[in-house]
């Protein structure tokens, strides 16, 4: 493991799929990072390859409930004394229709994909207020536009669009806050061993996007590294749309 970085990053959800791969670009830029998930099994294998590549942390964590989340800074504060980027990612999904779907599932969804960077952004605050830091929420375009039977996901993420814009006013100036709203990012192959597979995407798939093909997890990593560089401070409260120009293509059939 690389020697401790000046600059800290808590990245939720950072042990598969996008979060792994932040968690990744973070450490190759000299950031120590923390990973908050609640799947131990996926924490532990992504310990096992981030470490080549910096100072990196694995704490178990159920961002829905606010001890795990107290201890998860307080435990990032003991073994790297400051806190400078949080990266609100981690969000499941529950996909059925609204007549089958339990308000218990309903709330399980709010839970972690809101009331999960809701907490985190709480507890981060004053930290972040210390190091000028910035706090990245992970959006979707499901927040603007729908499949059928996504009404909990969707909804979760048109609350993440809206919490970004009032923390970014309420925190300023000493805290950026921004968000980031993925398009199809493929992450079949940075999920656990047990969950991996190897993607079958068609020509089809690539070409419904503008851009020529379905995105990659670096493409949020990349804006990320982008939005949380000391010279992009005047960028705040915005929404980066990051999906091959998807959602600006009318279709008609």
């Not at 908050?36 to 992504?46: H, N, S």
């Not at 096992?48 to 942390?57: K, S």
């Not at 100036?173 to 398009?183: A, E, L």
């Amino acid at each position: 493991m690389k020697p401790l970085s000046v600059k800290t990053a808590i990245v939720t959800g950072g042990a598969q799929g996008i979060g792994r791969q932040i968690a990744e670009d973070l450490l190759k830029h000299n950031y120590n990072v923390v990973i908050a998930d609640i799947d131990a099994e996926a924490g532990d294998e992504a310990l096992t390859y981030l470490y080549q590549f910096g100072a990196v942390q694995f704490i178990r964590t159920d961002i829905a409930v606010e001890e795990d989340v107290v201890r998860l800074f307080e435990s990032t504060i003991e073994s790297f004394k400051q806190i400078d980027v949080l990266i609100n990612n981690a969000a499941i999904s529950i996909n059925k229709p609204i007549t089958e779907l339990s308000f218990g599932e309903w709330n399980k969804v709010m839970g972690i994909n809101l009331s999960g960077a809701f907490l985190c952004s709480k507890y981060a605050v004053p930290y972040l207020r210390k190091t000028k830091g910035a706090i990245i929420n992970l959006c979707s375009t499901r927040a603007f536009m729908s499949e059928a039977n996504t009404e909990a996901y969707s909804a979760s993420k048109g609350g993440i669009f809206a919490l970004t814009h009032a923390l970014a006013v309420s925190l300023g100036p000493d805290i950026r806050v921004n968000s980031i709203s993925p398009g199809w990012i493929e992450v079949s192959e940075l999920k656990k061993s047990s969950q991996r597979s190897t993607p079958i995407l068609s020509e089809a798939d690539h070409l419904q996007h503008p851009a020529g093909r379905v995105g990659k997890a670096t493409d949020i990593s990349s804006i990320i590294l982008f939005l949380i560089n000391p010279d992009n401070t005047f960028i705040t409260g915005q929404n980066f749309t990051i999906d091959g120009g998807m959602t600006r293509k009318m279709i008609y059939v």
